[in-house]
C-alpha cells in the first residue's frame, strides 16, 4: 500500500465550529506532516511529526492543533477559525532518515472552506 | 533562510514545444526533489537528485541538478497536453533526526492541443 488518505475530502464550516481532519498511511513512514497550500501556490509546511512526537510547529496559529494517535494516522484539529484559512490542506509520510532524502508521499488533500 | 527561486511562475505553451524550468538558491541542499501536481490531487514526486551535476530523464522529462548543488533545471521535450499542472521544486532541509522540504514558488504549466 503506498498511499496516503485523508478525509474527508470537501469541508465546509463556520467559524465557531470544531472539526477534525484526518490522514492515514500504511507505508510504515515515521515522519508526517501537515501542509496548507492556496491556490497555485507552493505548500507552506505547518507541523511535522517524527516518531509520533512533534517535532516542527512552523508558528501556526492554536486554533490549529495537530495530533498523533499512532505511527499510521495523523489529525488536524480545527477551532474557532477565520475565512482566511480556507484552502487545500495535505498530509504527507516519509521515510524519515531514509538514505537522508526525505522523499515525500502526500495525500489528495481536504479542501477546507470557512464561512 | 535558505529560499528557492523558481521560475518561471506561469507558462502557456503548444503542444509539441519544448520548455525548461528552474529552480536557483544560493544555498547548498543536499537533494533536491521535483514534484507535479494535478488539479485537486496532492503533489507526486517525479524525482530526487543528489549528486552535483547529476543528469536524470524521466520519459520526455530531463533533470538536472548543478555542479554545485544550489540549483536545478527541469526540461519536457515535445510538450503534451498532460503535462499540464503545477511544478515545484523542493531542497530538503535537515534539523536533527527530521527533514523538511524549502518549496520553490511553483511553475503552473498549461499545454494546448
Known amino acids: 500500500d503506498t498511499e496516503v488518505t485523508q478525509t474527508p475530502k470537501h469541508l465546509v464550516m463556520g467559524m465557531t465550529n470544531k472539526k477534525s481532519l484526518k490522514c492515514e498511511q500504511h507505508?510504515?513512514?515515521?515522519?508526517m506532516y501537515w501542509y496548507k497550500q492556496k491556490a497555485k501556490k507552493p505548500p507552506e509546511l505547518m507541523f511535522v511529526?517524527?516518531?509520533?512526537?512533534?517535532?516542527i510547529n512552523e508558528s501556526v496559529p492554536s486554533r490549529f492543533s495537530p495530533e498523533c494517535p499512532n505511527s499510521s494516522l495523523l489529525n488536524l484539529h480545527l477551532h474557532a477559525l477565520q475565512p482566511e484559512d480556507s484552502a487545500l490542506y495535505l498530509c504527507?509520510?516519509?521515510?524519515?532518515?531514509?538514505?537522508?532524502?526525505?522523499?515525500?508521499?502526500f495525500g489528495p488533500g481536504t479542501r477546507l472552506t470557512v464561512l | 533562510t535558505q529560499l528557492l527561486e523558481q521560475s518561471p511562475q506561469f507558462l502557456s505553451i503548444q503542444e509539441g514545444e519544448n520548455l525548461t524550468v528552474y529552480c536557483n538558491s544560493s544555498?547548498?541542499?543536499?537533494?533536491l526533489q521535483w514534484y507535479r501536481q494535478e488539479p485537486g490531487e496532492g503533489p507526486v514526486l517525479l524525482v530526487t537528485?543528489?549528486?552535483?551535476?547529476e543528469v536524470k530523464k524521466l520519459k520526455r522529462l530531463t533533470f538536472q541538478f548543478g555542479d554545485a548543488r544550489k540549483d536545478s533545471s527541469l526540461h519536457i521535450t515535445a510538450a503534451q497536453p498532460g503535462d499540464t499542472g503545477l511544478y515545484l521544486c523542493a531542497g530538503v532541509v535537515v534539523s536533527g533526526n527530521t527533514g523538511k522540504l524549502i518549496f520553490g514558488q511553483g511553475t503552473t504549466l498549461q499545454v494546448k492541443p
Open positions: 537528485v543528489v549528486t552535483g551535476g
Open positions: 511529526y517524527s516518531y509520533e512526537k512533534l517535532s
Open positions: 507505508m510504515g513512514h515515521r515522519a
Open positions: 544555498s547548498v541542499f543536499s537533494s
Open positions: 504527507a509520510s516519509s521515510q524519515d532518515r531514509d538514505r537522508g532524502l526525505y522523499e515525500q508521499f
